[in-house]
Structures are given as structure tokens and as C-alpha cells.
């Protein structure tokens, strides 16, 4: 990162900052450009691996390229602040962001997806109480994103 001073590398950190995040953007593998597909996510640390989770329809572009190609780039941010100036050149924007790479699989196993989409759910609530019914349980595509890199820049200015 040519910015050194805006990276962050501690986890707990980063983590942090993707729990603030509410769209994590999927960059996947098409022939000529890649396709970037805005989604809601959950997101678990489990001895320093970090895993992506995401709900889908059963079909569609996303769910085809996925099914091509696993590999996956990904993308969130937050905490957005527009700095004014009185030049253009003094514009600016805080933010914090997460950027990184993965591989992508299917959860097929009923009990890791519905905990998988309880972690989703824990990413936009608080309630407890809420419940899946079976049925959207089975219908629903549940995708997991093994995360092998990962960088967080973070800019307050
Ligand atoms: C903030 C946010 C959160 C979302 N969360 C989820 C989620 O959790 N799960 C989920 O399945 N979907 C979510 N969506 C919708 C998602 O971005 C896709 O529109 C949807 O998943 C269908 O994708 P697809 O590849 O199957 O598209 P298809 O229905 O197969 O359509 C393919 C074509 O439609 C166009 N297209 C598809 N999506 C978009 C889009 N978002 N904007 C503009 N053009 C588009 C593209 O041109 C693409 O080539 C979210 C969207 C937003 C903005």
C-alpha cells in the first residue's frame, strides 16, 4: 500500500471494520470483464480465518460464474465523510475499507446454513428471536467466501 500509515493489519481491527460494513461488493469472473455484484453478507473469525457469508436465489448471472469459477475478489466500505474545502484539490473523503481475495463454495449441509444465516442476520440486527423457516432454508442459495487475502486501509483526515 503506498499509504503504509492508513493500513491496517490487526484483525481484531479489520474485523471491526467489516462488522460497520453493510455491502460487500463481489467481483467475479466473466469472460471479458469481471462482474461486480453488490450483496449483504455476514462475517466470521475463527483462528485468524475469515469467511465471507452470502444468501442468494438459486439462479442468475452471479450464481452461474460462481458455479465457473470459484476465485473471487471482494469489496466493502464505511464510515464515509466528505472533507470540504475551499479548493477542489482540498476535497477528500474518510473512509474505512476492506478489500480482498478468495475462493467461493456452495453450503450445501442444512445446520451450516442456517448458520450461516444467522451470522448474515447478526451483521444487520440485534433481534435474537429471529427464525427461518425450513422451507427458505432448503430454497435459498447459501455461499461461503474463504478469505486468503485481505488489506484494510482506513483514511481520517
Ligand atoms: C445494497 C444491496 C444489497 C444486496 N443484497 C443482496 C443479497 O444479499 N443477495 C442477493 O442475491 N442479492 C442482493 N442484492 C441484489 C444483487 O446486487 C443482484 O441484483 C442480484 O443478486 C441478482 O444478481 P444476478 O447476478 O443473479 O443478476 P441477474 O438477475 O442474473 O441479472 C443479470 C444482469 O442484471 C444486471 N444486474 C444484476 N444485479 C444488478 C444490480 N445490483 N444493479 C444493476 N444491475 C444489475 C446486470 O446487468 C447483470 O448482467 C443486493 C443489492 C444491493 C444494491
Excluded: W
Aim: aromatic share 8%; hydrophobic share 35%.
Amino acid at each position: 500500500m503506498r499509504r503504509s500509515d492508513r493500513e491496517i493489519t490487526d484483525l481484531k481491527e479489520i474485523m471491526d471494520v467489516m462488522q460497520k460494513c453493510d455491502t460487500c461488493r463481489l467481483g467475479l469472473q466473466d469472460e471479458k470483464v469481471p462482474y461486480i455484484v453488490p450483496l449483504n453478507f455476514g462475517v466470521r473469525e475463527e483462528n485468524g480465518r475469515i469467511t465471507l457469508f452470502f444468501h442468494s436465489a438459486p439462479e442468475g448471472k452471479k450464481i452461474r460464474l460462481m458455479e465457473q469459477n470459484g476465485a473471487a475478489g471482494f469489496e466493502m466500505d464505511t464510515a464515509h465523510e466528505l472533507i470540504e474545502s475551499d479548493t477542489a484539490c482540498g476535497y477528500g473523503m474518510n473512509y474505512k475499507c476492506v478489500l480482498g481475495v478468495g475462493t467461493l463454495s456452495f453450503i450445501e449441509d442444512y445446520e451450516e446454513k442456517k448458520e450461516a444465516l444467522s451470522i448474515l442476520m447478526k451483521q444487520y440486527t440485534t433481534n435474537r428471536d429471529l427464525t427461518f423457516s425450513e422451507n427458505m432454508i432448503k430454497a435459498v442459495k447459501v455461499i461461503r467466501l474463504e478469505v486468503e487475502e485481505i488489506s484494510c486501509k482506513c483514511c481520517n483526515r
